[in-house]
């Protein structure tokens, strides 16, 4: 009689396994006892049991004796494989034939055991921590070989029923060993990688519990914080006010609420709460709300502008003519003016006057030394310290969205690898894309077309042609003495004295004294220099009158010197010696006009051309040029260029740009010099000269012309083409000055003296 259990787990022989009697019982026919014979036979599919048939069972099973009944329980072990020859089931019985398959022993056991002692220790070591083990420690470790190792976990192994019957199947102790130890890797393999994903997955739960309960921890200590200090009003609250206040559009109103949010969560201790902090507090001081355009007094505007500025006809014309515009179009912005001149000449301050004409608020951002698109475009906010561009800082500053903006110094932009910020200055002043422009910093757009931009420049020949396009340019040439002495006398002095405090009754300056400021302690086309002169002198005659040594100060030309503690300045004057060889040339320089002297000089050589000054490669040409002229004028004295060095200098001051204008000066002082006949140093000249001996116009002729007034040049010979630009010129320095128009090259140099007149010599 044989006890037949079926099983879908893997029964090996020699494995000892503790059955409860009862479930033995309610499969045999009678109640089990010690030495009955029992036989496992292996499912192919997980069947219930009644319905049993013998195909859903495997060919081998595993034949084993009841060794011992302990209380409930009775202990079975296993003795061998057996082969079923025959199978059959009547409908309550199994009929088996069994025949004991060999077993092929070909495996020493010490090594056999040695290899169940290290599966057994992964087994442990991997189901270390887990709930499986607290349970089933004690069991495995009474585990005898390799046998029980694989028939207790084969139901925790991933291992098919397929598997586990060729593991049954193999006679080889070595081959099956060596299935079960692979059967028995892989499935811990997998298993590692379950129990690893369960245990990241809970880790991630509890941490998000755990911050969720920190957090309404925190909101609780908040709270009762902020109720024993009613008066730290949190920035949160503070923020939300003010983000509903600001009349901010849709796309601003999320992000600053999303960041309000990070701002929650961060907490007062989180490291980026300063950043966020900085940002809400940029953003909500912004004024989004549109400004209604204040209603256009032209009459008002003009006082306005004179009332601040002396003379500047023209420029002042045409800043009415503008703001008739934007009155007549309802619109709070217009064409972009760029006013083009030397420092000190009165371009940033009539930008502040266009401000008070309109009665719209001033700002003025400085463009000087921008390299990087980021100072206009500002930063991006993914690093600490990251700021908004120059633009929205000056919107900010101004506390308005349609300022006047006074963008200063757009020629000295720099294009460097942090990207070109003209291009980013072009979206700004781009009627068509500033409605959104968008700072890298604020994230979102704002609305700049209410803003009136104005810009500033010295010269326009570093300014980026598309950028150049988009602005009407105004120049500002300087001011002749006389303006500027009507500038001191009308709003720099009244100016100064209102600053140091000084009244009328206090101080005296006499015109002669205001003169002698303008001509002697200062050389510049603006009027910035007389600007600190005349505050110096009142801070002075302060000192004396509250030290009580004067009650009204005079102060007399004679003063100056020891009052503004500085020697006066030594004016390039024209030279009291004609030499031939030297000519008077005029120059234009970022700080207004100047005259230079080209000196020319032939020694002992062959022909070598020396130039030393600092023109370079331009003035190389114009030498050139000037060069041939000669030889071509007077044929005669070629040879003297053959049989000599020339040496040509030219003063430093001029801008390399300007080099082509000393072109007609730098053939007459080569004329002078081969025909040995001086040149009067008050004539002095300028002008481009073609190969053909025609003279060419030129630039700042205005400047130049002051200049040579300044210096005492009686007549100045000037481009035909350039007559003009003599509408830019003073009156008095059109008057002080005998100003000649010239066509040719021949023509000035019989004005000079140097060639005799056509018709003198028929
Ligand atoms: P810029 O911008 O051309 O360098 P500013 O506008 O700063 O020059 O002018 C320098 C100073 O000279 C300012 O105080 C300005 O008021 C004064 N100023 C310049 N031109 C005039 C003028 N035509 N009338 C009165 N003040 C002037």
């Not at 048939?53 to 329980?73: F, L, N």
């Not at 049954?168 to 811990?188: G, N, P, Q």
């Not at 020697?567 to 024209?574: K, N, T």
Request: proline letters at 4%; a negative charge.
């Amino acid at each position: 009689m044989i006890t037949i259990f079926t099983y879908n787990k893997l029964s090996l022989t020699d494995v000892s396994c503790y059955f409860q009697l009862e479930y033995l019982n309610s499969q045999s026919d009678k109640p089990v006892s010690v030495s009955d014979k029992v036989l496992f036979l292996m499912l192919k599919t997980d069947k219930k049991e009644g319905e049993i048939s013998p195909e859903d069972v495997y060919p081998i099973a595993t034949r084993g004796v009841v060794e011992k009944i302990d209380g409930e329980w009775a202990l079975v072990h296993t003795t061998s494989r057996v082969n079923l020859d025959s199978i059959q089931n009547d409908g309550e019985h199994f009929q088996v034939q069994l025949r004991t398959r060999p077993e092929i022993n070909d495996i020493d056991s010490e090594e056999q055991q040695q290899r169940f002692q290290k599966m057994r220790a992964d087994l442990l070591e991997t189901l270390e921590g887990t709930q499986w083990l607290m349970n089933a420690r004690s069991n495995i470790m009474q585990w005898h070989n390799l046998n029980e190792l694989i028939t207790f976990t084969s139901s925790l192994l991933q291992i098919s029923n397929e598997e586990k019957f060729t593991i049954l199947a193999e006679d080889s102790v070595s081959a099956r060993t060596e299935k079960m130890e692979k059967a028995f890797y892989e499935s811990l393999a997998l298993f590692k990688v379950n129990v690893e994903a369960q245990t990241a997955q809970q880790q991630s739960n509890e941490q998000i519990y755990r911050e969720q309960a920190i957090r309404r921890q925190i909101s609780f200590l908040q709270d009762e914080l902020d109720k024993l200090h009613p008066e730290n009003i949190t920035d949160i609250e503070k923020f939300e006010q003010k983000i509903r206040d600001s009349g901010m559009n849709d796309t601003a109103r999320a992000e600053a609420e999303k960041v309000l949010n990070r701002m929650k969560q961060e907490g007062k201790e989180g490291h980026e709460y300063g950043m966020l902090y900085d940002y809400l507090d940029f953003v909500t001081s912004l004024v989004w709300k549109k400004e209604p355009p204040a209603p256009i007094n032209l009459n008002t505007a003009r006082t306005i502008l004179d009332e601040d500025h002396f003379g500047l006809k023209k420029t002042k014309g045409r800043i009415l003519q503008q703001i008739a515009v934007m009155a007549l179009n309802k619109k709070q912005s217009g064409s972009i003016l760029l006013f083009v001149g030397a420092p000190g000449t009165g371009k940033t301050s009539i930008g502040q006057s266009i401000a008070r004409a309109l009665g719209r608020k001033y700002v003025r951002v400085s463009l000087g030394g921008v390299r990087d698109e980021a100072e206009i475009r500002g930063h991006r906010r993914t690093y600490i310290g990251a700021m908004p561009g120059r633009i929205m800082d000056g919107i900010r500053r101004s506390g308005a969205s349609n300022p006047v903006v006074v963008l200063d110094e757009v020629d000295k932009l720099v294009r460097d690898y942090g990207g070109d910020p003209s291009s980013a200055l072009l979206e700004v002043l781009d009627p068509e894309q500033n409605s959104t422009f968008t700072d890298h910093y604020m994230n979102v757009p704002y609305d700049l077309s209410d803003v009136l931009f104005v810009c500033t420049a010295n010269t326009t020949d570093t300014i980026p042609e598309p950028l150049l396009n988009r602005m009407e340019v105004i120049s500002f040439p300087g001011y002749s003495a006389l303006e500027k002495f009507q500038i001191a006398k009308k709003h720099l002095l009244p100016k100064a004295m209102e600053k140091a405090g000084i009244t009328e009754d206090n101080l005296v300056v006499g015109d002669d004294t205001l003169r002698a400021v303008i001509s002697d302690y200062t050389m510049e086309a603006g009027v910035r220099g007389l600007k600190s002169r005349l505050n110096t002198l009142c801070r002075a005659a302060a000192v004396k009158i509250v030290s009580g040594e004067e009650e009204t100060v005079a102060i007399k030309p004679e003063d100056l010197r020891s009052l503004l503690e500085t020697a006066p300045i030594r004016h390039d004057h024209i030279l009291e010696v004609k030499n031939p060889g030297i000519v008077t040339g005029l120059a234009w320089t970022q700080a207004g006009g100047e005259i230079l002297f080209i000196e020319t000089l032939f020694t002992k050589g062959n022909g070598r051309i020396t130039i030393t000054g600092q023109l370079g490669d331009v003035m190389k040409e114009s030498v050139q040029i000037a060069v041939s002229l000669v030889k071509s004028m007077f044929p005669d004295k070629a040879e003297l260029f053959e049989q000599n060095d020339l040496h040509i200098h030219v003063p430093a001051g001029a801008v390399p740009k300007d080099g082509p204008s000393a072109g007609i000066t730098l053939t007459t002082a080569l004329a002078s010099l081969v025909t040995g006949t001086a040149v009067s140093p008050e004539i002095a000249m300028t002008g481009e000269v073609s190969l053909r001996g025609m003279v060419m116009p030129i630039g700042g002729l205005p400047e130049k012309l002051m200049a040579a007034q300044r210096t005492g040049v009686q007549k100045v010979f000037i481009p035909e083409e350039n007559m003009d630009d003599l509408a830019e010129v003073a009156e008095e320095v059109r008057q002080a000055i005998q100003i000649i128009p010239m066509h040719r090259v021949s023509d000035v140099l019989e004005r000079a003296g140097i060639l005799q007149p056509v018709s003198a010599v028929a």
